[in-house]
């Protein structure tokens, strides 16, 4: 089968999209991937993909192809420029695109634009269309501070309805997404569930701590806006007299430098920035940790979502504490891999920290819930199944 992938973001940057269309290739299909310049966390173009460079590339066995956009820079202008650029050069570039494949796949994280040029491919050529969803809109629009009811809302999620209609499947990541493309997008058609896998790399990471007194606890992702790493912060700020206890947040994003400050300005002396770090690095630290820190803002439509570290801190066997509501609440509570609290509750946050500290004894059982929860639900295996059974009914 000869499959053609949209997403504006692809290797090196790292996202999910990357190893699904790795192990596509792996597994024998022909996977094409129009996506744009790199440019995630940083905000600007890397230097060996501008003036031109790099935009036919093979990776892993996938055909890459590239379109120029602009980078993300560091706020909401540039931001929405970026995204308006991918779905315009994207689009272009879908009407000079050799059109040999048998099925389109728009991996829809942020904006659902990205799906605009699949949505023209899927017009020139007659391909089936499969919206493989990860960020709900307009709802991440809504999360990231635009009114709902204003003028420009009820124009997002119009754009968005017609978007997502025009698929001919909808796959999503998350259980709890289902009831927002019904009751809020008013799209009743039958939805297919697809969480993702981590990447093999953190199946693979030595749990052996050796002896160490001191509990640490580790954010890894994105620091944005919805990310909400200040409860992070302020639950810190609680524990300051434990001096056992220490906090590392690894990754970038627009709110690192903002909650940085705050850190300085609380004098949390018990976290560490590390910023942004590639994927090989990324083992040290889920190695380091006693357990793993997941926060969301506490916004009704965001909480549908199931953040993709969930995924990655369960296959490396991690316990997970959780600062945030709905999908991933209810993925920590059934697996008891951890202990949540309610999202931007930082003393509730201080209050099962403290609790899983003192808790030593109850830290392998927390190990065992989550690589077991994971293989069950998780897994790169069931992954492949799931996603050849939609694949199927097209090819």
Same mark, same amino acid.
């Given at each position: 089968?000869?499959?053609?992938?949209?997403?504006?973001?692809?290797?090196?940057?790292?996202?999910?999209?990357?190893?699904?269309?790795?192990?596509?290739?792996?597994?024998?299909?022909?996977?094409?991937?129009?996506?744009?310049?790199?440019?995630?966390?940083?905000?600007?173009?890397?230097?060996?993909?501008?003036?031109?460079?790099?935009?036919?590339?093979?990776?892993?066995?996938?055909?890459?192809?590239?379109?120029? &956009? @602009?980078? #993300?820079?560091?706020?909401?202008?540039?931001?929405? %420029?970026?995204?308006? !650029?991918?779905? /315009?050069?994207? =689009?272009?570039?879908?009407?000079?695109?050799?059109?040999?494949?048998?099925?389109?796949?728009?991996?829809?994280?942020?904006?659902?634009?990205?799906?605009?040029?699949?949505?023209?491919?899927?017009?020139?050529?007659?391909?089936?269309?499969?919206?493989?969803?990860?960020?709900?809109?307009?709802?991440?629009?809504?999360?990231?501070?635009?009114?709902?009811?204003? &003028? @420009?809302? #009820?124009?997002?999620?119009?754009?968005?309805?017609? %978007?997502?209609?025009? !698929?001919?499947? /909808?796959?999503? =990541?998350?259980?709890?997404?289902?009831?927002?493309?019904?009751?809020?997008?008013?799209?009743?058609?039958?939805?297919?569930?697809?969480?993702?896998?981590?990447?093999?790399?953190?199946?693979?990471?030595?749990?052996?701590?050796?002896?160490?007194?001191?509990?640490?606890?580790?954010?890894?992702?994105?620091?944005?806006?919805?990310?909400?790493?200040?409860?992070?912060?302020?639950?810190?700020?609680?524990?300051?007299?434990?001096?056992?206890?220490?906090?590392?947040?690894?990754?970038?994003?627009? =709110?690192?430098?903002?909650?940085?400050?705050?850190?300085?300005?609380?004098?949390?002396?018990?976290?560490?920035?590390?910023?942004?770090?590639?994927?090989?690095?990324?083992?040290?630290?889920?190695?380091?940790?006693?357990?793993?820190?997941?926060?969301?803002?506490?916004?009704?439509?965001?909480?549908?979502?199931?953040?993709?570290?969930?995924?990655?801190?369960?296959?490396?066997?991690?316990?997970?504490?959780?600062?945030?509501?709905?999908?991933?609440?209810?993925?920590?509570?059934?697996?008891?891999?951890?202990?949540?609290?309610?999202?931007?509750?930082?003393?509730?946050?201080?209050?099962?920290?403290?609790?899983?500290?003192?808790?030593?004894?109850?830290?392998?059982?927390?190990?065992?819930?989550?690589?077991?929860?994971?293989?069950?639900?998780?897994?790169?295996?069931?992954?492949?199944?799931?996603?050849?059974?939609?694949?199927?009914?097209?090819?």
């Amino acid at each position: 089968m000869k499959v053609l992938v949209v997403c504006q973001y692809f290797y090196p940057e790292q996202f999910r999209v990357n190893e699904m269309c790795f192990e596509m290739a792996r597994s024998g299909t022909e996977v094409t991937v129009l996506t744009g310049l790199p440019n995630y966390p940083g905000g600007i173009i890397h230097s060996e993909y501008r003036r031109f460079k790099r935009r036919n590339e093979k990776i892993h066995g996938v055909t890459v192809k590239r379109v120029p &956009i @602009l980078g #993300r820079g560091r706020n909401r202008i540039t931001l929405s %420029l970026n995204y308006l !650029s991918f779905a /315009i050069s994207a =689009s272009i570039q879908s009407l000079f695109l050799r059109k040999k494949f048998d099925v389109i796949i728009v991996y829809q994280l942020s904006p659902v634009t990205m799906a605009l040029p699949g949505i023209i491919l899927k017009r020139l050529t007659g391909k089936p269309l499969i919206l493989y969803c990860h960020d709900l809109w307009p709802a991440s629009a809504s999360a990231g501070g635009i009114e709902e009811g204003g &003028i @420009l809302y #009820r124009f997002l999620l119009t754009m968005s309805r017609w %978007l997502y209609r025009k !698929s001919d499947e /909808i796959i999503i =990541s998350s259980k709890q997404f289902e009831h927002y493309f019904r009751h809020v997008l008013g799209i009743e058609r039958k939805l297919a569930y697809l969480p993702v896998f981590a990447e093999s790399i953190f199946e693979e990471i030595n749990l052996d701590k050796g002896n160490c007194e001191e509990t640490h606890f580790v954010f890894a992702g994105n620091i944005g806006e919805m990310q909400s790493v200040e409860t992070i912060l302020y639950a810190a700020k609680e524990l300051i007299d434990e001096n056992r206890i220490h906090f590392h947040i690894v990754g970038s994003g627009t =709110s690192r430098k903002k909650c940085q400050q705050l850190a300085e300005d609380l004098g949390v002396v018990n976290v560490t920035f590390y910023g942004h770090l590639s994927l090989d690095e990324l083992p040290f630290f889920y190695k380091m940790a006693d357990a793993m820190i997941v926060t969301l803002k506490a916004n009704h439509s965001l909480s549908y979502t199931l953040p993709n570290k969930v995924q990655s801190y369960m296959a490396a066997s991690k316990p997970i504490l959780g600062a945030i509501n709905g999908e991933t609440r209810r993925v920590i509570e059934e697996s008891g891999c951890g202990y949540c609290t309610a999202a931007e509750d930082y003393k509730g946050l201080a209050s099962i920290i403290r609790k899983f500290a003192s808790e030593n004894n109850r830290h392998e059982h927390f190990r065992q819930r989550a690589r077991s929860y994971y293989d069950n639900h998780f897994s790169k295996t069931l992954f492949i199944k799931r996603l050849n059974k939609v694949m199927q009914k097209y090819g």
